[in-house]
């Protein structure tokens, strides 16, 4: 099996900053791909930054320059950096991990998900 923790998020203010870390454990040979998606209340999930295990990035286009995803591959962690936060970038954030397990192609994995508010 694999876990997914995330850690981070919570409270700030307009133009402020939080940091999200997410660590992926278990019985995996490598990762693929670590991402970050968020869902707001009564709207669908959407992706937000996604990275691949060499580096290449993918950012929405609304947190493009504000944001930035990193992956640590010997800990298989990621973090997002989010700077210059609006109040619209309130959700729940939810850790995304892509993993070769056996033979097939990668297999997906979903944290718990890590509210993050931000007051105008």
């Known amino acids: 099996q694999v876990q997914v923790v995330e850690s981070g998020g919570g409270v700030a203010q307009a133009g402020g900053s939080l940091r999200l870390s997410c660590a992926a454990s278990?019985?995996?040979?490598?990762?693929?791909?670590m991402g970050w998606y968020r869902q707001a209340p009564g709207k669908q999930r959407e992706s937000v930054a996604v990275i691949s295990s060499g580096g290449h990035t993918n950012y929405r286009d609304y947190v493009k320059g504000r944001f930035t995803i990193s992956m640590n591959n010997a800990e298989n962690t990621v973090a997002l950096q989010m700077n210059s936060l609006k109040p619209e970038d309130t959700s729940v954030y939810y850790c995304?991990?892509?993993?070769?397990?056996?033979?097939?192609?990668?297999?997906?994995?979903w944290g718990q998900g890590t509210p993050v508010t931000v007051s105008s």
């Open positions: 278990g019985s995996f040979r490598s990762i693929f791909a």
């Open positions: 995304h991990v892509r993993v070769y397990r056996g033979l097939g192609g990668p297999s997906a994995y």
